[in-house]
């Protein structure tokens, strides 16, 4: 069974730009999850979408934005893209959604912003 | 709140040792804590998760303890190879107070060891 697949790996954008990343959940999984991590505040929930609806949003600007398809592949968008937006970006799709639900994450996007 | 504290931040251990790593949280409504393995370059990968209702979890050389009167939970790795050098994650969620199944993690512990 193939894993969380993320598109693109590695990415480096100029400040200002936006950015969009990809994400293909692990067939059968209808959640989606997205994560930042950073070396300083280490894995941060940005939100997770569960039948083409966001269901759950972390504390991060609203330049920070996802959405979710039909067949489950999501995307997210940052726009404006600042300095302190380089990080690792990690998608993690499960089963449904909620609590008690086993993630699993993908290799992530590693975003440079310069 | 919604925090969960991991310590310590680095770990050596020399092979065959037992590595141990410590979370503790704030919120009772946390009612799933997974572990979470990391290798450089890689996504987390899921290693072991535990329930508040039993308070020991095991798969193979790793095992989880929980203590739910203390509101702490910890990750022990028997007979530590080099091969687990990692850097590893604990984390909780829950499905009350607006945070709906989101994981929240620890700030990781890099774990280092010696053949």
């Known amino acids: 069974k193939a894993g969380v697949t993320q598109t693109p790996r590695y990415l480096i954008k100029t400040r200002g730009q936006q950015v969009t990343l990809s994400c293909s959940p692990i067939s059968g999984h209808r959640s989606v999850s997205w994560y930042q991590q950073t070396p300083g505040q280490g894995l941060q929930f940005l939100f997770e979408y569960f039948s083409e609806t966001q269901r759950n949003k972390g504390n991060f600007p609203g330049r920070f934005s996802g959405r979710q398809f039909s067949n489950s592949r999501s995307e997210m968008n940052v726009s404006t893209l600042e300095l302190g937006d380089s990080a690792l970006y990690l998608c993690?799709?499960?089963?449904?959604?909620?609590?008690?639900?086993?993630?699993?994450f993908g290799q992530g996007t590693r975003l440079t912003v310069v | 709140q919604q925090q969960v504290k991991q310590s310590p931040q680095s770990l050596i251990v020399q092979k065959g040792g037992i590595s141990i790593i410590n979370c503790a949280y704030e919120?009772?409504?946390?009612?799933?804590f997974p572990w979470y393995q990391q290798f450089p370059g890689k996504g987390p990968a899921l290693l072991i998760a535990?329930?508040?209702?039993?308070s020991e979890k095991k798969e193979g050389r790793f095992t989880i303890s929980f203590n739910k009167s203390a509101k702490q939970f910890s990750l022990h790795i028997m007979d530590s190879q080099p091969g687990d050098s990692a850097t590893y994650f604990c984390a909780a969620s829950t499905n009350y107070g607006g945070s709906q199944g989101n994981l929240i993690f620890g700030k990781g512990t890099k774990l280092s060891v010696k053949p």
């Open positions: 919120n009772t409504a946390f009612d799933y």
């Open positions: 535990i329930r508040p209702d039993v």
């Open positions: 993690a799709s499960s089963l449904v959604w909620g609590s008690n639900t086993e993630a699993f």
